[in-house]
C-alpha cells in the first residue's frame, strides 16, 4: 500500500481556497509613494468586511521573479531541444500563459494567507508600484477593481525628501535634492498617466482618491471609497474606520503638522512643499507635472 502523507496533496485543498479567494471582490490600491497609500489601505483594512494589507510587492519579487524564472526555464528547455533532441521535437516551451497563471495563483495564495481564514467580502492589497501593474492585473482578475491615490506631487516628493533621500544619504549616496527629484519625476509619470488610462478604459472598475480630499473632507472621502468597494459605508462604521486611522492614532499622538522627520507618519498635512523646495524644484515640477493639476484639483 502506498504511504499516504496529507500533508504532501494540501495543494489540492489549497486549490480549493484560492477559488473561493477568486470570488470575492479583489482590490489593488497603487500610487507614488508618499501619496497616501498606506493610510488609504489602512482606512480599509479597518472595515470590519474587509482584508487590505501591504505591501506585497507583486511587482518587485513576484511578477518579475516569475518572469524571469519562466524565461531561463523556456531557454534552457529551446537549448536542450535545438540540440540532444534535435530529431524528436524536444519538450513544449512554456509561455506567458504560463507567468499569467503563476502571477495569478501567488497573488491568490499571498491573499488567502493575509486573511487567515477570515470571512471577509473585499480582500485588497497595497504596494504603491501596483500602479504599473494594473493592467495585467485587469487581465488576470477581470471582477477586481482598482484605487488610486495620488497627492501633489510637490507634497509627495516632499515627504520623500524627508523620508527616502536622507536614508539614501545616510547610506554615502550623494545625489543632491534636486538630482533625487528628477530621479523620481520619470516614475511619478508614468504610474499618473498609467493610472489614468485604466480609468478611462474601464471606468467602474476604477476609483482615485488624492489626499487632499481626504484632509478636506475626510468622511465623504472614505464613504466614496466603501461604497465603491460595494461594503456598508454606514455613518459609524466611516467614523470608526477614520478614528482608528487618524494622524494621531498612527504617529503615536502627534497632532498633524507636528513633524518628525525620521517617521514613516511625519506630517500629515497638506501645503508643506512650500517649507522645504526651492522655487527652482517647484518649476522642475510644474513643468513635470502640471498638466494635470486642474484635473485634480492642485493650486500651482
Not at 15 to 37: K, M, V, W, Y
Not at 208 to 230: C, H, M, N, T, W
Not at 279 to 289: K, S
Request: net charge neutral; proline share 5%; hydrophobic share 40%.
Amino acid at each position: 500500500m502506498a504511504e499516504t502523507n496529507p500533508g504532501r496533496l494540501s495543494w489540492r485543498a489549497g486549490g480549493d481556497a484560492l477559488a473561493d479567494i477568486e470570488q470575492r471582490q479583489l482590490f489593488f490600491i497603487g500610487g507614488a509613494p508618499r501619496s497616501g497609500t498606506t493610510w488609504v489601505q489602512l482606512l480599509f483594512d479597518a472595515h470590519p468586511d474587509v482584508c487590505c494589507k501591504g505591501e506585497g510587492l507583486f511587482p518587485h519579487h513576484l511578477e518579475k521573479g516569475l518572469t524571469r524564472i519562466v524565461e531561463e526555464w523556456r531557454q534552457a528547455l529551446s537549448q536542450k531541444n535545438n540540440t540532444l533532441f534535435r530529431q524528436s521535437g524536444g519538450y513544449q516551451l512554456p509561455d506567458d500563459e504560463d507567468v499569467d497563471f503563476l502571477l495569478a495563483t501567488g497573488i491568490l495564495r499571498a491573499f488567502n494567507r493575509q486573511c487567515r481564514g477570515g470571512n471577509y467580502s473585499a480582500i485588497g492589497e497595497k504596494t504603491p508600484e501596483n500602479v504599473f501593474l494594473f493592467p495585467r492585473l485587469k487581465r488576470l482578475f477581470p471582477h477586481a477593481k482598482f484605487v488610486g491615490v495620488v497627492r501633489d506631487p510637490r507634497d509627495a516628493l516632499t515627504s520623500a525628501l524627508h523620508i527616502f533621500y536622507k536614508a539614501a544619504r545616510n547610506e554615502g549616496h550623494d545625489a543632491s535634492p534636486m538630482d533625487f527629484i528628477l530621479h523620481s519625476l520619470g516614475p511619478m509619470i508614468q504610474g499618473t498617466k498609467a493610472m489614468l488610462a485604466l480609468c478611462s478604459q474601464y471606468p467602474s472598475a476604477c476609483a482615485i482618491v488624492s489626499y487632499e480630499a481626504l484632509i478636506a473632507d475626510p468622511k465623504a472621502s472614505v464613504s466614496r471609497l466603501f461604497d465603491f468597494l460595494g461594503v456598508e459605508s454606514t455613518s459609524n462604521i466611516v467614523d470608526a474606520c477614520l478614528a482608528k486611522t487618524a494622524f494621531s492614532s498612527l504617529s503615536g499622538g502627534r497632532a498633524p503638522g507636528e513633524g518628525r522627520n525620521s517617521e514613516f507618519f511625519r506630517k500629515g498635512v497638506v501645503g508643506d512643499w512650500k517649507e522645504t523646495l526651492t522655487p527652482e524644484m517647484n518649476r522642475v515640477i510644474l513643468d513635470a507635472m502640471g498638466e494635470w493639476f486642474p484635473f485634480f484639483g492642485w493650486k500651482s
